[in-house]
């Protein structure tokens, strides 16, 4: 049977690439529903492309409200979320309500409610396999090489799981009487980072660098509001606090190193001191591929990298270039509502910067000030996440103006 797949973001570079793959596998892959924001004519393009899909368009009037009860209506098997930043929560949520499982490319539910999700996703059996590269390596890295499962919903069949692993931890851990605490095999995760535009820049040079050339990103083509970010590093800060909530670590166990070719996704150190690594070209249909196809292995298709003249280098970061980093260490560390507000604070500032009305540079600074803040509140309710949301956005557009 075809499984059914609305892919929401559908006209941004997610959306694209996650068509492109749906694709090339018409006997696999039905599209139930196609979302876009602004491009009209672009989804009136898909819409010819996709004739089974229902068109959303969210920039409508009601158009929020439709796309929700449009994936009740439509119950898709799987939901693709490329939607940018903040309006991608609800979205996430409507999709797993629906008894959908996601592949979730958008960070920000994750960041701004990822206990809730999670818990959300438990109850009702459904999985969130992660799309953002990152992430999709340790997912499947530690699926690999521990007895550490990620599917929040859904518990594998046995033979499903011989499948695909064939010798686990766990087996292992049977079959020699060993008994181990799941926490301590993985020591630590290594998130990568391409470091963007500027990692070359001194923090002088940094003042006064322009829209333009924050938006030229050296390795990855992708949506405006994540292109700043992989320049300010506000992304890989996201992405730190991605992978506390998503995989349950502390903030002291995910590093980030950067390695400007971006050919390792991420790593995981365990406990034996072995590093695992996952490799391929910087190309988001990889991870797409492996979020649509789980839990199983396939031929994607996709060009697979040379080591025939490769070069991989990694460095540490600099944190007092890209003061992101650690305001996303220490709001990973405070947990309850400073995710969500690292990530409200940024995106008003990130917006205002589009908009030249402030500094590259401001970015941080506007996002540590909203961040000095009491954000102590409960992070488990919806009502109370989009309230703070709104807030944090409130006392960023303040300090701009
Ligand atoms: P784009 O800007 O390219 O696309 C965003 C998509 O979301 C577009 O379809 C846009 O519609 C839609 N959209 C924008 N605002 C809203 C809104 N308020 N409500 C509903 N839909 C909206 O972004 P990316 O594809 O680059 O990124 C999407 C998500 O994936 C982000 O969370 C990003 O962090 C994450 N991600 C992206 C990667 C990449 O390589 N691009 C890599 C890893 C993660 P329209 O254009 O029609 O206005
Ligand atoms: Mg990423």
């Known amino acids: 049977m075809k499984k059914r797949i609305a892919v929401l973001g559908a006209t941004g570079s997610i959306g694209k690439s996650a068509l492109d793959v749906i694709s090339r596998d018409p006997d696999s892959f039905e599209v139930v529903l196609l979302s876009a924001h602004t491009g009209k004519e672009n ?113 594998r069949r046995e033979e499903e799981v011989h499948l695909i692993r064939p010798h686990t931890e766990t087996q292992r851990h049977k079959e020699h009487g060993v008994i181990q605490r799941e926490e301590d095999t993985v020591k630590e995760i290594i998130l990568t980072a391409s470091g963007g535009p500027f990692r070359n820049l001194s923090l002088n040079e940094l003042e006064n660098v322009t829209v333009k050339d924050a938006l030229a990103h050296p390795t990855w083509n992708m949506g405006k509001k994540i292109t700043i970010d992989s320049a300010s590093m506000a992304n890989k800060g996201l992405e730190i606090i991605e992978a506390c909530v998503f995989f349950n670590m502390p903030s002291s166990k995910v590093k980030a190193v950067i390695h400007p070719q971006s050919i390792v996704h991420s790593m995981i150190t365990l406990c034996n001191g072995v590093i695992y690594a996952q490799l391929s070209k910087p190309d988001m249909r990889h991870p797409i591929h492996d979020a649509l196809y789980w839990p199983v292995t396939t031929p994607s298709r996709l060009e697979t990298i040379s080591f025939d003249s490769l070069c991989l280098e990694f ?34 500032a990130v917006s205002a910067f589009l908009e030249e009305k402030i500094k590259f540079t401001d970015i941080p600074k506007i996002t540590e000030h909203v961040l000095e803040a009491d954000w102590s509140g409960n992070c488990l309710d919806l009502e109370t996440v989009l309230k703070t949301d709104k807030e944090a956005r409130n006392k960023a557009i303040n300090l701009i103006s």
């Open 43 to 155: 989804l009136d393009i898909l819409k010819k492309k996709f004739p089974c899909a229902l068109p959303v368009l969210t920039s409508e009037e009601g158009g929020k409200d439709k796309l929700l009860s449009a994936l009740a209506d439509t119950a898709p098997d799987i939901t693709v979320n490329g939607i940018s930043g903040a309006a991608g929560l609800e979205p996430t949520i409507a999709a797993i309500n629906a008894g959908s499982h996601v592949a979730l490319a958008n960070k920000e539910s994750i960041v701004m409610a990822g206990q809730l999700v999670k818990r959300l996703a438990e109850e009702k059996r459904k999985n969130i396999i992660p799309v953002d590269s990152e992430h999709s390596a340790v997912f499947h890295l530690l699926r690999y090489f521990t007895n550490k499962e990620f599917n929040h919903g859904v518990t």
């Open 315 to 348: 460095y540490k970061p600099d944190t007092n270039k890209f003061p992101m980093l650690n305001l996303a260490w220490k709001a990973a560390e405070k947990g309850a509502l400073y995710p969500c507000v690292y990530n409200s604070a940024n995106e008003i």
